[in-house]
T-cell receptor, first 120, second 116 residues
């Protein structure tokens, strides 16, 4: 079974600064996908960024980027120029292809999350 | 619809009662997932529906939990004889037919269940 570990339960950063959230995972799979989701107080999970394991290039989405280290099984999220609206729980998630009758089950395995607070 | 819709947004019930949670996925999405988010925990997979295939129920914690998906669209998660440990936020997600990295799961805002 896959496990995802987020070692930082809480973090805080000043507005406009940069912060990095850590995520490590354990798997024997060679092909898989990694995601960062954001959950604001509204509870709705929002996809922030995603990475394919076979791609060496780190994914980037505007102010969000990842540092994907496949050998180390590490997938950290860097938020640049932090904004007040970035305050939320951030979840790291792993997905592999699980064979099941009638198709593939792309279920997500989540870490326990990091609560990020951006201070003015 | 514009997004995944879940109802009710909050539900308070007494121990031993049955509850039904509803999920209306994004139109055209054939895959539907239920997850549970307990206080201080990440999200725990419960059940998965894909088209007309048999659902993957491997994440259901006990036989008190069941789910249906009628007509390949709306899904109902039922918890019978609720216990206090069932208190959690129940999140539903939907996605297009799974296709690797393009399989993005879109989540609803969840139902917060409180069992007294």
């Amino acid at each position: 079974a896959q496990t995802v570990t987020q070692s930082q339960p809480e973090m805080s950063v000043q507005e406009a600064e940069t912060v990095t959230l850590s995520c490590t995972y354990d798997t024997s799979e060679s092909n898989y996908y990694l995601f960062w989701y954001k959950q604001p107080p509204s509870r709705q999970m929002i996809l922030v960024i995603r990475q394919e394991a076979y791609k060496q290039q780190n994914a980037t989405e505007n102010r969000f980027s990842v540092n994907f280290q496949k050998a180390a099984k590490s997938f950290s999220l860097k938020i640049s120029d932090s904004q007040l609206g970035d305050t939320a729980m951030y979840f790291c998630a792993f997905m592999k292809q699980v064979p099941s009758i009638g198709g593939s089950n792309y279920k997500l395995t989540f870490g326990k999350g990091t609560l990020l607070t951006v201070n003015p | 619809g514009a997004g995944v819709s879940q109802s009710p947004s909050n539900k308070v019930t007494e121990k031993g009662k049955d509850v039904e949670l509803r999920c209306d996925p994004i139109s055209g999405h054939t895959a539907l997932y239920w997850y549970r988010q307990s206080l201080g925990q990440g999200l725990e997979f419960l059940i998965y529906f894909q088209g007309n295939s048999a659902p993957d129920k491997s994440g259901l914690p006990s036989d008190r939990f069941s789910a249906e998906r009628t007509g390949g669209s709306v899904s109902t998660l039922t918890i019978q004889r609720t216990q206090q440990e069932d208190s959690a936020v129940y999140l539903c997600a939907s996605s297009l037919v799974p296709s690797g990295i393009k399989n993005i799961q879109y989540f609803g805002a969840g139902t917060r269940l409180s069992v007294l």
